[in-house]
C-alpha cells in the first residue's frame, strides 16, 4: 500500500505494458500446449482407430468397398486433430479470453489482470486509485504464464503407446498376415478374399482354413487398339469382359500355394500362355473378333481342382455412316456445264479414316455401254471427333461430259480399324445426267444452263419456260431494250418449237391418209383461222398428194365395183376436217404456243408463262400417252400352276441323293444339362458341382449362346464351389432365362428330385407345380 | 399303267416337296420377318392362300439401276418349277424392296439390271444379313459384259459387304449343277454368249459366295436374265428348255 501511497502521479498509461506482456506470455504457453497436444493425440487417434480397424477386419472380413472407404478413417482423424489445433494457433482467442485464462490459473492476481485489462486505457487520477494501479504493476510484474495451459499428455500417449504396442507385436507375431494386412489397407481393391481367409486362419484359432483352393475374384485390364483412341479400362469380378478386336486383355488372380499350375485356354481355340508373378498368375490375351471366352484350370497333383470361365464379348466396330447432303436430289442438266458442289458428311464410332468422293460415268445404253471410274479427294475436309465433312466442287465442263451421259456420285468413308477392318460404307448415289437434245423437258435445274444456247436444237418447252422464268424475275434490274431484246430471243425459240408441232400436225394428217392440200397451214398457224404463212405445210405437203389421190381413186372405184359405197358413205364424218380429227391435241398445243409467242413478241414475259405452262401440261400429257415401256410394269400373267403341273419332259434330271442341310443349332441339350446340373448342386460336393457349372458354361459359349448367359453360369460355378447353393441355383435359373425366355411353354416333364431347392428351381422356371 | 418315267418323276417330285418343306433355312425365313413384326408388301403381296410352303419367286428392287429389266423372267422360272417339280409354287412372282425386312420371307431373290449398281446402307445390312440367315441371291448381269457398269459395280458391291475374296468361281462339279437337272459340263451357256454380244466371251464358271458351306449369293455373267426373259407359253417353241437350270437354282435354294 505504500508503493502506492507513494507512487509519483502517473500522466501515462500505466497497466497497459504489464497487462499486455502477462497476456502474450498465456497465449504462448497455450499454443504450445495446444500444439505439443495436437502432435501427440493425432498420431494417437490414427494409430488407435488404423490398429482397431485391422483387428476388425481380422474378426469380421471387411468387403472391399468397405475397406476403401474406412481406410481414409484413421487419417483423417488424426490429420483432422493435428488441422483443427494449428487452425486455433492461427486463429486464437480475444485477448480478454487469456486474461479470463490468467485469472482462472493464477490465484495471486486476484482479478487484478482483469480490472487492468479494463482500466488499462484510464489514466489515474486519484490517490486510490494510484495505490490500485501500483498495487496491480507489482502482482503482474510478480506473475507468470506458467501452469496456465498444462498438456496433459499421458492419457494420448498411453494410447499411442499401446498401438504403436499392438501392431509391434502382430508384426512380430504374424509378419505375413502384417503384410498381407498392410497390402489389404494400402490397395483394398487389389487384395484378395483368399489370401485374407489364410491369414485368419493362421492368426485365429475359430477361423477353419479354406475347404478347397480356389480361383480368387479376377482382376481384367483391357488396353484397346491404338486406332480406336480408348483408355486403358480396368475392372474386377466375374463380369464378361468386353472389348474390340484387337484388344489385349490382361486376366490376373491370385495363386495359392496348393496349385501347381494354371492352365488357360480359348474356348473353341488354342491354349493360352500363363505366367506367374509372384502370387499372382497373370493371362495375356488379343482379343479376336470371334472371341468367346477364356477357360481357366487351376491344376493339383495332375488333377483339375477348379474351373473357371471368363466370358468374352467382342465389340463391334460398326462402319462409318455417310450422306450424302448436296445435291439434295438427282439432276437432269441442260449442258455440262458450269460448277456442282458435292457436299458430304461421314461419322464413325471410333473416328472416319479416310474420305473420299467416288465417280462413275456411263455412257451408251443397252449393248454400246461404256463405264469410267475414279475417285476425288475431297478439297476441304473439315474433322470434328469422330465425324468428318467434305466439300468437292466439279467443273462440269471439264470432265468432257457428252449428251446422254450419266455421272454417278457417291461418298465414301473408310474407318481406321486396322484390326478387323477397314469398314468402309458409301453413301447413297446420286445421279447427274446430261439430257439428250430431245430430253431437255427433263432438265430439272438451271445449273449449266448456258448463258448463250446453241441454236441448232430447237429448245423445249420446259427450257423455254426456265428462260422466260429467268427473264420474268431479271426484268426489274434490266433497261427494257434489254428485256425487249431477250423477250423476242425466247419468242423465236417458241416460234421455232411452234413450227416443230405444226410439222408434226402435218406428218400425222399425211401418215392418216388426209389430204395435205387441203391443209391450211396458216390456219394452224394463226390458232385458229387468222392467217399467215403456208410456207411450211405447203412445202411439206406437195409430195404426198399424188399417192393419196391415187389411193382415193382407187377406193372409190372399188367402191363402184361393190356398191358398197364410198368411205364417205359408209364413216361419220362430222363438221371437222379430217386434219382436225386427227390432230386435235396437237392444234390446240399449237395455239398454245402461238399465244405464249404472241406475248413475247409483245414484251410480255409474265402473260406468256401461263400458256406456256399449259403446253408444257399437254406435251406432258401427250408423252404419257403415248409412251411405250420396253421393260418394267409389264403385265405378266399368272401362270396357271395346275395347268403347267407335271408337264415338263424329265430328261437329264439328275437322280442324286440329296441331304437336308445341317440343323440349326439347338438350345434343348445345352438346358437339359443345365437342369441337370442344378438339380445336382446341393447333392454333390460343392469342387464336383463347380467343376461341372464351369464345364457348363463352357459348353455354353463353344455354342455360341448369350454371353451374358455364359456369365451367369460361370458365376454359379464360382458359387457352387464356395458352397452356396442356393445363389448358384439363383444364377442357374437366371442364366436359363436369358437362354429359353419361354422355356415354360411346352417343356418336358420335370425331373424327379427330392431336394426341395431343386424342386424350387423347377418351379421358378416354369416347369413345376 | 404308270410308266417307270412316270414312277421316278412322282417319286422325284415327292421327295422335293419333303426337301423343300423340311429345309431349315426355308422355314426359318418367314419366322426372322414375323419377329419384326408383320408389314405388307410394297409392291405386291405374297399370293394369298397358298399358305407359306409355296415358292415365291421375290425379285429385288433396289434404288440404284434398272431393277426391272428383265419383267417375264419371274414368270417363267415359275411355270419351270411347276412343270417339273412338286413343289408348291405361286402363280406370279413379287416385287420386294431389298432395304425391306420383306425380303427375309423369301429363300430365294432374283437381282438383276444393266446399269450401275450402287447399294445403299440400308440395301447393304439386310443383303448380308440375308445371305447369312440362309438366303440365296441370284444376281444377274443383264448386260452380259465384265467391261460394263453393272458387272463392276456389283462385283465391287458384293465384294465391299462379304469380303474381297469371298465372291469366287463356283466348280462345275458343284451341287447347284446336279440339284434337279444334270448339267456335267457346268452352267449351260445362253445365246448371248454365243451370238458374241456384249463381252463376246463364253463365261465358263459362275461367281457365288459361300457362306457356312452353302451357296448364299450366285453370280452370273451370262446374262439368263435375257435368255430366260420371254413369255412362259412360248417355251413349247424351243427343242430344249433353257430354263432348265433356274429350276435347279430353285431347288438348291429350298434345299440347302
Known amino acids: 500500500m505504500s508503493t502506492i501511497a507513494h507512487a509519483p502521479p502517473s500522466t501515462s498509461r500505466p497497466l497497459r505494458a504489464p497487462a499486455d506482456r502477462l497476456i502474450a506470455g498465456v497465449r504462448a504457453a497455450w499454443r504450445r500446449s495446444v500444439l505439443l497436444r495436437a502432435l501427440v493425440i493425432g498420431p494417437a487417434l490414427f494409430a488407435a482407430a488404423a490398429v482397431a480397424l485391422v483387428l476388425i477386419d481380422l474378426l469380421i472380413p471387411l468387403r472391399a468397398v468397405l475397406r476403401e472407404t474406412l481406410r481414409w478413417l484413421p487419417p483423417l482423424m488424426g490429420a483432422g486433430w493435428i488441422g483443427y489445433a494449428l487452425y486455433r494457433i492461427l486463429n486464437p482467442p480475444p485477448p480478454r479470453r487469456f486474461a479470463l485464462l490468467a485469472e482462472e490459473r493464477i490465484p495471486a492476481l486476484e482479478n487484478r489482470l482483469l480490472t487492468a485489462f479494463d482500466m488499462a486505457e484510464t489514466v489515474p487520477d486519484g490517490v486510490v486509485h494510484r495505490a490500485f494501479v501500483a498495487d496491480t504493476e507489482r502482482r503482474l510484474q510478480a506473475a507468470g504464464p506458467r501452469g496456465v495451459a498444462p498438456l496433459h499428455l499421458r492419457t494420448p500417449a498411453t494410447i499411442l503407446a499401446l498401438s504403436i504396442g499392438i501392431a509391434a507385436l502382430f508384426a512380430l507375431a504374424f509378419p505375413g498376415a502384417a503384410r498381407e494386412a498392410l497390402s489389404r489397407w494400402m490397395h483394398p481393391a487389389d487384395a484378395y478374399a483368399s489370401k485374407w481367409r489364410e491369414v485368419r486362419a493362421n492368426t485365429l484359432p475359430a477361423v477353419p482354413p479354406a475347404p478347397m483352393p480356389m480361383f480368387d475374384e479376377f482382376r481384367w485390364r483391357v488396353q484397346p487398339p491404338a486406332y480406336a483412341g480408348l483408355a486403358v479400362e480396368e475392372g474386377r469380378g466375374d463380369e464378361p469382359v468386353s472389348a474390340?478386336?484387337?484388344?489385349?486383355?490382361?486376366?490376373?488372380?491370385?495363386?495359392?500355394?496348393?496349385?501347381?499350375?494354371?492352365?488357360?485356354?480359348?474356348?473353341?481355340?488354342?491354349?493360352?500362355?500363363?505366367?506367374?508373378?509372384?502370387?499372382?498368375?497373370?493371362?495375356?490375351?488379343?482379343?479376336?473378333?470371334?472371341?468367346?471366352?477364356?477357360?481357366?484350370?487351376?491344376?493339383?497333383?495332375?488333377?483339375?481342382?477348379?474351373?473357371?470361365?471368363?466370358?468374352?464379348?467382342?465389340?463391334?466396330?460398326?462402319?462409318?455412316?455417310?450422306?450424302?447432303?448436296?445435291?439434295?436430289?438427282?439432276?437432269?442438266?441442260?449442258?455440262?456445264?458450269?460448277?456442282?458442289?458435292?457436299?458430304?458428311?461421314?461419322?464413325?464410332?471410333?473416328?472416319?479414316?479416310?474420305?473420299?468422293?467416288?465417280?462413275?460415268?456411263?455412257?451408251?445404253?443397252?449393248?454400246?455401254?461404256?463405264?469410267?471410274?475414279?475417285?476425288?479427294?475431297?478439297?476441304?475436309?473439315?474433322?470434328n471427333g469422330r465425324t468428318a465433312s467434305g466439300d468437292f466442287s466439279i467443273d462440269l465442263a471439264t470432265l468432257g461430259l457428252q449428251a446422254g451421259d450419266v455421272m454417278h456420285l457417291r461418298a465414301t468413308a473408310r474407318d481406321r480399324n486396322d484390326v478387323t477392318g477397314p469398314g468402309e460404307s458409301v453413301s447413297r448415289t446420286r445421279i447427274v445426267r446430261i439430257a439428250r437434245p430431245d430430253e431437255f423437258d427433263q432438265v430439272n435445274t438451271d445449273l449449266g444452263l448456258p448463258s448463250e444456247l446453241p441454236k441448232d436444237p430447237v429448245l423445249s418447252q420446259r427450257m423455254i419456260i426456265l428462260m422466260t422464268e429467268r427473264l420474268v424475275r431479271d426484268a426489274p434490274r434490266m433497261q427494257r431494250a434489254e428485256v425487249q431484246a431477250r423477250s423476242n430471243e425466247i419468242a423465236r425459240e417458241q416460234g421455232r418449237l411452234r413450227e416443230v408441232v405444226g410439222e408434226q400436225i402435218y406428218i400425222r394428217g399425211a401418215d392418216s391418209g388426209v389430204q395435205p392440200q387441203g391443209v391450211d397451214f396458216g390456219y394452224l398457224e394463226s390458232g385458229g383461222g387468222a392467217g399467215g404463212g403456208h410456207a411450211a405445210g405447203d412445202s411439206h405437203g406437195a409430195e404426198p398428194a399424188p399417192a393419196a389421190a391415187t389411193e382415193e381413186a382407187t377406193l372409190e372405184a372399188a367402191s363402184e365395183a361393190t356398191g358398197q359405197g364410198t368411205i364417205d358413205e359408209v364413216s361419220h364424218k362430222h363438221d371437222e376436217g379430217d386434219l382436225l380429227d386427227v390432230n386435235r391435241s396437237l392444234l390446240t398445243l399449237h395455239n398454245l404456243m402461238w399465244s405464249a409467242e404472241g406475248q413475247l413478241k409483245l414484251i410480255r414475259p409474265d402473260s406468256s408463262l401461263p400458256h406456256q405452262y399449259e403446253a408444257l401440261r399437254m406435251i406432258q400429257a401427250m408423252q404419257r400417252a403415248e409412251r411405250v415401256f420396253p421393260r418394267g410394269n409389264v403385265a405378266v400373267d399368272p401362270i396357271n400352276v395346275a395347268e403347267a403341273r407335271g408337264q415338263g419332259k424329265m430328261d437329264d434330271v439328275g437322280p442324286v441323293a440329296r441331304t437336308r442341310g445341317a440343323a440349326l443349332a439347338s438350345l434343348g441339350p445345352l438346358l437339359a444339362e443345365l437342369d441337370r446340373v442344378a438339380a445336382g448342386i446341393g447333392r454333390r460336393a460343392p469342387r464336383q458341382s463347380a467343376l461341372e457349372v464351369s464345364a457348363l458354361a463352357a459348353r455354353a459359349l463353344e455354342a455360341g449362346v448369350d454371353r451374358q448367359a455364359a456369365a451367369l453360369i460361370s458365376q454359379a460355378s464360382g458359387e457352387a464351389g464356395a458352397g452356396r447353393v442356393e445363389r448358384a441355383r439363383d444364377l442357374l435359373r437366371r442364366a436359363r432365362g436369358r437362354l429359353s425366355p419361354s422355356a415354360g411353354a411346352g417343356a418336358r416333364p420335370l425331373p424327379s428330385t427330392a431336394d426341395p431347392a431343386a424342386a424350387e428351381y423347377f418351379r421358378r422356371i416354369g416347369r413345376g407345380g | 399303267m404308270r410308266t417307270a418315267a412316270s414312277v421316278r418323276r412322282a417319286a422325284l417330285a415327292a421327295a422335293l416337296v419333303a426337301l423343300a418343306l423340311a429345309a431349315p433355312g426355308v422355314r426359318s425365313a418367314p419366322s426372322v420377318a414375323a419377329a419384326r413384326g408383320p408389314a405388307a408388301l410394297p409392291a405386291q403381296a405374297a399370293p394369298a392362300g397358298r399358305g407359306p410352303e409355296a415358292f415365291t419367286f421375290a425379285t429385288a428392287r433396289y434404288e440404284s439401276g434398272n431393277w426391272d429389266s428383265a419383267?417375264?423372267?419371274?414368270?417363267?422360272?415359275?411355270?419351270?418349277?411347276?412343270?417339273?417339280?412338286?413343289?408348291?409354287?405361286?402363280?406370279?412372282?413379287?416385287?420386294?424392296?431389298?432395304?425391306?425386312?420383306?425380303?427375309?420371307?423369301?429363300?430365294?431373290?432374283?437381282?438383276?439390271?444393266?446399269?450401275?449398281?450402287?447399294?445403299?446402307?440400308?440395301?447393304?445390312?439386310?443383303?448380308?444379313?440375308?445371305?447369312?440367315?440362309?438366303?440365296?441371291?441370284?444376281?444377274?448381269?443383264?448386260?452380259?459384259?465384265?467391261?460394263?457398269?453393272?458387272?463392276?459395280?456389283?462385283?465391287?458391291?458384293?465384294?465391299?459387304?462379304?469380303?474381297?475374296?469371298?465372291?469366287?468361281?463356283?466348280?462345275?462339279?458343284?451341287?447347284?449343277?446336279?440339284?434337279?437337272?444334270?448339267?456335267?459340263?457346268?452352267?449351260?451357256?445362253?445365246?448371248?454368249?454365243?451370238?458374241?454380244?456384249?463381252?463376246?466371251?463364253?463365261?465358263?464358271?459362275?461367281?457365288?459366295?459361300?457362306?457356312n458351306g452353302r451357296l448364299g449369293v450366285l453370280y452370273s455373267n451370262k446374262d439368263y436374265a435375257s435368255e430366260w426373259n420371254y413369255h412362259a407359253r412360248n417355251k413349247r417353241f424351243q427343242s430344249v428348255d433353257n430354263t432348265r437350270f433356274g429350276v435347279n437354282i430353285v431347288v438348291y435354294a429350298l434345299t440347302r
Open chain 1, 244 to 383: 474390340l478386336p484387337g484388344s489385349h486383355v490382361r486376366l490376373r488372380s491370385r495363386f495359392p500355394g496348393r496349385w501347381d499350375a494354371v492352365r488357360a485356354s480359348a474356348i473353341g481355340g488354342a491354349p493360352v500362355a500363363v505366367r506367374r508373378e509372384g502370387e499372382e498368375w497373370v493371362v495375356d490375351y488379343t482379343m479376336p473378333a470371334d472371341a468367346k471366352g477364356l477357360t481357366l484350370e487351376a491344376v493339383a497333383s495332375g488333377e483339375t481342382i477348379d474351373r473357371r470361365v471368363v466370358p468374352l464379348i467382342p465389340l463391334p466396330d460398326q462402319a462409318p455412316d455417310v450422306q450424302l447432303l448436296a445435291p439434295d436430289a438427282d439432276l437432269v442438266l441442260a449442258q455440262p456445264s458450269g460448277r456442282l458442289t458435292v457436299r458430304a458428311s461421314a461419322g464413325d464410332d471410333y473416328g472416319v479414316g479416310a474420305f473420299w468422293l467416288h465417280w462413275t460415268r456411263s455412257r451408251g445404253s443397252g449393248e454400246s455401254y461404256e463405264f469410267t471410274e475414279g475417285d476425288w479427294q475431297f478439297t476441304r475436309v473439315a474433322r
Open chain 2, 71 to 211: 419383267p417375264l423372267v419371274p414368270t417363267n422360272i415359275l411355270h419351270s418349277v411347276a412343270q417339273y417339280t412338286a413343289i408348291p409354287v405361286a402363280s406370279q412372282g413379287v416385287l420386294v424392296d431389298l432395304s425391306s425386312p420383306e425380303i427375309f420371307r423369301f429363300p430365294y431373290l432374283f437381282l438383276t439390271g444393266h446399269l450401275p449398281l450402287r447399294f445403299n446402307p440400308q440395301e447393304n445390312a439386310n443383303l448380308k444379313a440375308y445371305v447369312e440367315r440362309g438366303g440365296l441371291l441370284h444376281v444377274e448381269d443383264h448386260s452380259h459384259d465384265v467391261d460394263g457398269g453393272f458387272h463392276k459395280t456389283a462385283v465391287a458391291e458384293l465384294r465391299r459387304i462379304f469380303g474381297a475374296n469371298a465372291l469366287r468361281p463356283i466348280p462345275n462339279t458343284h451341287e447347284l449343277y446336279r440339284s434337279f437337272f444334270l448339267f456335267p459340263d457346268g452352267p449351260p451357256t445362253t445365246s448371248h454368249e454365243l451370238n458374241g454380244w456384249g463381252d463376246g466371251l463364253v463365261h465358263e464358271n459362275l461367281l457365288g459366295v459361300e457362306v
